[in-house]
């Protein structure tokens, strides 16, 4: 797991501070909440910081893609990319710019670097991985890929949303649900209980309405 130690106050985003190896993490202590529940329309939904280059996160990924489609629930995906490493935040950039063709091939992008991670070591490979990637949909990508930043940007305010939050490693996983009292939202620390903890959430706002949403879904996308 990957752990990065954060001020409370919002700092420039090449200021980001190393990241800490940890077994195990604590529960993230939550400063703001606002981002913290599903899409609207839906009940319950897993909400995911994550760095494309961490390898817990790629280790996550199959799980919570898994779960997302099992009950029929949104995954919300916030990029959180550390300094630390050399090509997540390009890899998220990149990811960003395969949502402008569809949210299925942006959600594909990055399921597919996930799982052959260890083989992109560069900036180089990466580009080389997208460009093959979207080869292999029939997509031209181009030689510079957000001429004017506006996908840096907002890859930028995911990460400052997760600052806002209290982020210190990567990923930070919860399942949120849409309950106005109580707890709203429960922060996966042990992956093990992903499913009982969704279980919990769905049985705890079985009488606010259907908990079927379409399980992709990127803030911001």
Not at 120 to 143: K, S, V, Y
Not at 174 to 188: K, L, Y
Request: hydrophobic share 45%.
């Amino acid at each position: 797991m990957k752990r990065i130690r954060l001020p409370l106050a919002l700092f420039a985003f090449a200021a980001m501070a190393p990241a800490l190896h940890a077994q195990a993490a604590p529960h993230t202590q939550v400063h703001d909440a606002t981002a913290l529940k599903p899409p609207a329309g839906a009940r319950v939904a897993i909400v995911e910081f994550d760095d494309m280059e961490c390898p817990d996160c790629a280790r996550a990924n199959p799980l919570l893609k898994e779960a997302s489609e099992k009950y029929h629930i949104p995954w919300v995906r916030h990029d959180f990319p550390l300094s630390m490493h050399v090509w997540s935040f390009q890899a998220a950039v990149d990811a960003r710019w395969f949502d402008t063709k569809s949210k299925k091939i942006g959600d594909e992008f990055r399921d597919a670097v996930f799982a052959n991670q260890a083989s992109i070591a560069t900036q180089a490979d990466l580009r080389a991985f997208a460009e093959n990637f979207a080869q292999q949909h029939g997509i031209g990508f181009p030689f510079v890929v957000d001429p004017l930043g506006k996908l840096a940007a907002e890859v930028k305010a995911d990460y400052a949303l997760g600052q806002r939050i209290g982020i210190e490693h990567t990923p930070t996983i919860w399942v949120v649900t849409n309950r106005t009292s109580g707890v709203p939202f429960v922060e996966v620390v042990d992956r093990s209980r992903l499913y009982q903890i969704i279980d919990e959430a769905l049985a705890e706002t079985s009488n606010e309405g259907p908990a079927t949403k379409p399980h992709a879904h990127h803030a911001g996308a």
